[in-house]
């Protein structure tokens, strides 16, 4: 029955790899160039540097960079030196990055989830976020969670904190993914 489950898994990757491999021919685009310039849509501004991508992919270093160095190229993303900290790099997504995002899933499967019922998406979300959770944990990764719920979130007075950092939170970064996640938050 795992096996069932894992079987099942392995073909939806799959099958989004290669229509995501198709559609990404025309500018030469690989899985992992849409899996960065995803990333670099939804990370907050503690998380887009080199160092967090590579922890957030699974890759090394060295694997970024170059991928980085193609995106650059293509005018997909911008890499800048942090305005506090000039030994950083920060990774910004461009208009063209944006825009070539907006085929990061095929349309027939994005018409699929569709056709599932809001309980259904509900469901297959939490148990998809359940099982990526325990992976993680097993293997020590960063979980790389939605801020607000986090445990350093704070929201007081209708505004919103970061316990970490000590810095202010607007609605839009309560919404990210975050390098320094940590669980059991309330949010
Ligand atoms: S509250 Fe947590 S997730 Fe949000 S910015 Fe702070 S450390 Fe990151």
Known sequence: MQERLLDLLERLGTAINEERRKQ????????THYRILFYLSQC???????????????LTKGAVSQSLRVLQEKGLILVRLDDRDR???????TQKGH???????????????ASLSP???RAGEEILRSLLRRWQASRAYRPFGVCKHCRFF???????????????LSPKDAELIC???????SG
């Not at 990404?24 to 899985?31: A, D, N, T, V, Y």
């Not at 907050?44 to 699974?58: E, F």
């Not at 704070?154 to 202010?168: A, V």
């Open 24 to 31: 990404g021919r025309s500018l030469s685009l690989h899985p």
């Open 44 to 58: 907050n501004r503690y998380s887009n540097t080199p160092q967090a991508l590579a922890s957030y992919l699974g």
């Open 87 to 93: 030994r950083v790099h920060r990774l910004y997504l």
């Open 99 to 113: 825009q070539v995002l907006q085929g990061l899933y095929p349309d027939t499967l994005r018409r699929a989830v």
């Open 119 to 121: 309980e259904q998406v």
């Open 154 to 168: 704070l929201k007081k007075d209708g505004k919103c904190y970061c316990n970490l950092t000590g810095e202010t």
């Open 179 to 185: 390098y320094h996640f940590q669980g059991g938050g």
